[in-house]
């Protein structure tokens, strides 16, 4: 098990590689959701702003 | 086929349909990228020339080929979007940039990281990939930057695209002359990465990743797009529904 | 201007006012023309005063810091391509003439060659002699540098109409540029390098030429869509 996760010497670039393309893919999701629900929230709130004017 | 496409691209029913098939594309993406990396860190054999070190190609190639991918979906719809005015196609363009360039961000750290124990340095720039990706980032911030520079949405939609085409013109000139000058000099030798005498059990994970990363990167792309769509149709009546029945995020 | 007689007389007299006005405006505002220059011979200045001033060292980086100096002079005087006819309203005239606004933005470029790129050219060699660089290898940087900054100021013609009128348009133009000059550096610079070292050049100065008759079909449609786009 050991030598499995070692990758014969190069462990520490290999997982190193596939952690930061894990962090990537979930700041693309993330950010993705917040900049969704941030148009959302705006969206609504300049709308109730209007409704409250008219 | 064409009365579908034209359906598509009126945005109240973009909007839903992606709903539909963003969990899809997330879900079959996954699945693949979860065998890709896990036949591809255990299962496949070290390589004989790179040991274990190879198996960063299997998040550097797929970062790499969605690099290339989104700039030419960003150029062909910029290009869409000016000629027939489809505002979807700019909505999509404006989408691609940001994760097209997280992806050329992916590939690059990747690269470079694969490098380090290959060439003995972080940077190698006699490789001719590693610095076309560098350009290529160059690229993407200069029309992001553009497209944050102009709050006209529709201003910005077509200087971007202008930009996305110039630009589409010149990535084949800038690999060209990349790759003529790293010719020039004698660097470290490159090691081919795949090649056709690659052997099964190594490219089947390679091939699993490649279309795993390009069905997530499509869900991520989705998304945005929907995300671009409902700024842009802000003031549209289907968005005034759905914003006050309140149908959350979706 | 070598244009066709049968096309109407308009396309080729529009075409040379705007040159025209374009250097008459530069030759009452010296300023603009020799800043650039100054700015030019500055920053290829800087780097012997950086590296040491070694002569072979000198001789290595010579061709790179040329070259990147004109790119940055010309990267400089870019910015006000469009600048000034946006701000005094003769931009607007440009775009309701009833010529081809591609052929005038293709007469803007070519006046801004004529303003900075060939002053450029000119003074170079002194900067060159300053580097130790042989006479074979003045000609050819003469050559590349020619072509290298007629395609500049045509590729910087785009960027320049699509920041017009924009805040903080001049660092917006060198990202958007910068990417896109990289082969023309590229090759301009490792083309003098090669001839520096007795190499063969024809295949960069082919490169350039191939490039620079690109930028000129090309480029001034798209500068001619981006102001368009700027001023609507």
């Known amino acids: 098990m050991n030598g499995m996760f070692a990758m014969g010497g190069y462990g520490a670039y290999v997982w190193s590689c596939f952690g930061i393309t894990l962090i990537v893919l979930v700041i693309c999701v993330v950010q993705g959701r917040v900049r969704h629900n941030r148009t959302l929230k705006d969206i609504s709130a300049r709308l109730r702003a209007m409704e409250t004017k008219s | ?250 | 201007m070598t244009e066709p007689d049968h096309i109407s007389p308009g396309l080729a007299r529009g075409f040379c006012a705007v040159i025209r006005r374009d250097i008459v405006l530069a030759w009452k505002r010296p300023g603009d023309v020799v800043n650039p220059l100054f700015f030019f011979a500055m920053v290829s200045s800087l780097f012997p005063l950086a590296i040491g001033p070694g002569a072979d060292e000198l001789a290595l980086t010579g061709p790179g810091v040329v070259w990147v100096a004109a790119l940055l002079a010309a990267l400089l005087s870019l910015n006000s391509l469009f600048l000034s006819d946006f701000e005094d309203g003769s931009l607007d005239q440009l775009l309701l003439s009833p010529q081809p606004l591609p052929l005038l933005a293709l007469g803007k470029a070519l006046a801004h060659w004529l303003i900075s790129g060939l002053p450029l050219v000119v003074v170079s060699p002194l900067v060159a002699i300053s580097f130790q660089m042989p006479a074979q290898t003045i000609n050819v940087m003469l050559i590349t540098l020619t072509f290298g900054t007629l395609s500049l100021s045509l590729l910087g013609s785009i960027g320049a109409a699509l920041t017009v009128g924009l805040h903080r348009g001049a660092a917006l133009l060198s990202l958007l540029i910068l990417p896109l000059a990289m082969p023309i550096l590229i090759f301009g610079a490792r083309t003098v390098a090669l001839a520096a070292a007795d190499d063969a050049v024809s295949a960069g100065i082919y490169f350039l030429a191939a490039y620079c008759m690109l930028a000129l079909t090309f480029a001034p449609f798209a500068t001619a869509a981006a102001l368009r786009i700027s001023n609507e």
Do not use: C
């Not at chain 2, 691209?9 to 997330?26: G, L, Q, V």
């Not at chain 2, 750290?109 to 590693?130: I, N």
């Open chain 2, 1 to 250: 086929m064409w009365k579908f496409i034209h359906k598509l691209a009126s945005p109240p029913h973009f909007y839903r349909f992606s709903a539909k098939i963003i969990p899809w594309f997330a879900g079959v993406g996954s699945i693949l990228v979860i065998y890709g990396t896990y036949a591809g860190l255990f299962l496949a054999p070290s390589d004989y020339q790179q040991g274990d070190a190879f198996r960063i190609i299997y998040v550097h190639v797929p970062a790499a080929y969605l690099s290339m991918m989104a700039y030419s979906i960003m150029a062909v719809s910029a290009a869409i979007g000016l000629i027939w005015r489809i505002k979807l196609s700019h909505a999509v363009a404006a989408a691609a940039a940001p994760l097209g360039a997280w992806f050329t961000f992916l590939a690059l750290v990747t690269g470079s990281v694969w490098g380090k124990p290959m060439w003995g340095t972080w940077w190698e720039w006699g490789d001719p990939r590693l610095t076309s990706e560098l350009l290529m980032l160059f690229l993407y911030i200069g029309y992001m930057a553009l497209r944050a520079a102009i709050d006209d949405t529709v201003k910005a939609d077509k200087a971007s695209a202008v930009l996305a085409l110039v630009g589409a013109v010149n990535v084949p000139i800038i690999h060209f002359s990349v790759e003529w000058w790293s010719s020039l000099h004698q660097g470290p030798t490159i090691i081919r990465e795949g090649g056709p005498a690659m052997p099964v059990e190594m490219l089947y994970p390679l091939l699993a990743m490649i279309l795993g990363f390009t069905f997530i990167f499509g869900a991520l792309l989705l998304g945005r797009v929907r995300t671009e769509v409902l700024f842009r149709e802000r003031r549209a009546r289907w968005v005034r529904e759905l914003v006050l029945t309140g149908a959350g995020p979706g």
